[in-house]
């Protein structure tokens, strides 16, 4: 993959170079993201980041990592609040709105919704998840997280041994993830999900067809024992069709310190691309987890900053001017930086 100027849309596009190249660059945000230093080298560019489906952390995320490397963000939320309410085309929308920006993060909630609408952009369009299809950048954060927690416990992805939980069928963060990690060696993935939430066998087909391990179960005890990581996932009741499907799916798999501790091995990785559903009558991911080392959803959504940066740098072309358009930090640091 080139990177420069082309739409991010799917994993697809990504062998397993695309995916290091990523990594290197994310790591090279750190000082930037952790603000020891700044950098503008985007002074200028504009990114149209249009969310048409309930985000926070993809769409701020987004957001923050083109301001962190010094670009201007315009956002669109809310098919309602836009144009495309009045019944303007996705084409004609993003050739309005591509000569508007450098780049543009979408989300949508229809299925290649987001491929359709980069079809007619001028500018590069990175998904930000169409519906229950893809969620690549979201996926890219997700390894980049595995990678570093294996190498805290000197694993590599290759073997790695990883559980999927929850709805893999409308997961889009799992879709893209376990593609993508069909480009690594040897990779053992268990499915755990309740009938009628199961991965789509396309997905599986490729794991398979690349020579990786997959099972798949129906009680999570079995499912989550003998991994390195545990990657859990909401309920995405929004795309039922009814409330009683809602209801019948909510709280089936619960993931908490008594379930963890008797089935898992010590310090296996807990994950989730979040938000958790907290709701008393869900908690696929109890908070009684919290306080355990072993969970690693917070540097998942802080490594999201990195990888959005990387992204970014990688599509306007500036990997190698960043550090040139660098300067001090102005103001007191330690002030985000500390405990609560
Ligand atoms: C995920 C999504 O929107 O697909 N969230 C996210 O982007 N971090 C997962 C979810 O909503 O459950």
């Not at 593609?179 to 990779?187: E, G, Y």
């Not at 990888?307 to 599509?315: H, S, Y």
Request: net charge negative.
């Amino acid at each position: 993959m080139n990177f420069v100027g082309e739409h991010i849309l799917s994993v697809s596009q990504f062998d397993r170079a695309d995916v290091d190249r990523v990594f290197q660059i994310a790591d090279k945000m750190e000082p930037y993201a952790n603000r020891q230093k700044i950098t503008r080298v985007l002074q200028g560019a504009i990114l149209s980041n249009m969310f048409f489906e309930a985000s926070t952390r993809t769409r701020v995320s987004f957001g923050s990592a083109f301001n962190l490397l010094g670009g201007d963000v315009r956002e669109t939320t809310g098919v309602s609040q836009s144009a495309i309410a009045k019944g303007e085309s996705l084409r004609d929308f993003a050739k309005v709105m591509s000569g508007y920006s450098d780049v543009i993060a979408m989300r949508h909630s229809v299925a290649g919704s987001v491929a359709e609408f980069a079809s007619a952009s001028r500018s590069p369009v990175i998904n930000g998840g169409d519906g229950e299809n893809e969620h690549p950048s979201q996926a890219l954060l997700d390894l980049y997280t595995i990678a570093k927690e294996l190498a805290s416990r000197d694993k590599t992805i290759d073997e790695l041994r990883i559980a999927v939980v929850g709805d893999l069928k409308y997961g889009r963060a799992v879709h893209s993830l376990l593609k993508l990690l069909a480009v690594f060696d040897s990779v053992s993935v268990n499915l755990v999900s309740p009938p009628g939430l199961q991965t789509p066998p396309e997905i599986v087909e490729l794991l398979q067809n690349q020579g990786h391990i997959v099972s798949t179960f129906e009680r999570l005890e079995e499912g989550i024992s003998a991994v390195d990581i545990l990657y859990v996932t909401r309920t995405q009741e929004e795309r039922f069709s009814s409330q009683e499907e809602a209801d019948r799916y909510r709280g089936l798999f619960r993931v908490n310190e008594a379930i963890y501790t008797q089935h898992c091995e010590p310090n296996t990785v807990i994950m989730h691309p979040l938000p958790r559903d907290s709701r008393a009558a869900a908690q696929e991911l109890s908070e009684d987890l919290d306080n355990n080392p072993n969970l690693a959803i917070f540097r998942q959504t802080d490594n999201g900053i990195l990888i959005r940066m990387a992204l970014f740098a990688l599509v306007l072309d500036v990997t190698d001017r960043i550090e040139e358009h660098s300067s001090p930090v102005t103001w007191n640091t330690r002030i985000r930086t500390r405990d609560p």
